[in-house]
């Protein structure tokens, strides 16, 4: 039996399952994976945005201990990022985005005064273990036996666009 072995880009082993919830009305107060009481948990999002930047986020998310899934919403995140490029590099706005893993705490907080070169962050990333699609909700109200039950249709992203 072979086994193929999904492209790794962090070097640390990997923490949480990962997904974006595209819903800014959604919480998520309970998971909705497993429906337990999820927390909070900030962690350094390490993020890739077309073409060229790494960047890490601090970043609070809902984390659901029981099944170790995090879940960030997408319109935080955007917003987020959107500020920091309004600065950094305006152009870059808009552009496709990859949310890969988290960083290590104490490098992130060195990295906030002494930028690493982005090989030398390698080193210090944890890959997610999984990572969900977005989120994708169902409307409410009744169906019946052949009907499907109709996917709420996220929002456009508001801010992150060109
Ligand atoms: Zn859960």
Redesign the pocket.
């Known amino acids: 039996m072979s086994k193929t072995k999904k492209p790794k880009f962090g070097e640390l082993s990997p923490l949480y399952k990962f997904s974006l919830n595209p819903y800014p009305d959604q919480r998520f107060s309970r ?1 909705p ?2 429906e ?1 009481k999820t927390g909070q948990r900030k962690v350094p999002l390490f993020i890739h945005i077309d073409p060229k930047y790494p960047i890490a986020l601090n970043y609070t998310c809902r984390y ?1 201990k ?2 170790d ?1 995090l879940i960030a919403h997408k319109h935080e995140i955007e917003h987020l990022l959107t500020t920091m490029f309004k600065q950094l590099d305006p152009g870059v706005i808009g552009n496709e985005y990859l949310i890969i893993g988290t960083v290590e705490k104490k490098t992130w907080r060195e990295n906030m005064q002494h930028p690493k070169e982005s090989t030398e962050m390698r080193s210090q990333i944890h890959d997610f273990k999984t990572v969900h699609a977005e989120i994708r909700m169902t409307q409410g109200g009744w169906y019946g036996p052949d009907q499907k039950p109709k996917v709420r249709k996220p929002p456009q992203s508001s801010e992150w666009i060109k």
């Open positions: 998971c994976f497993c337990h659901c029981q099944c899934s």
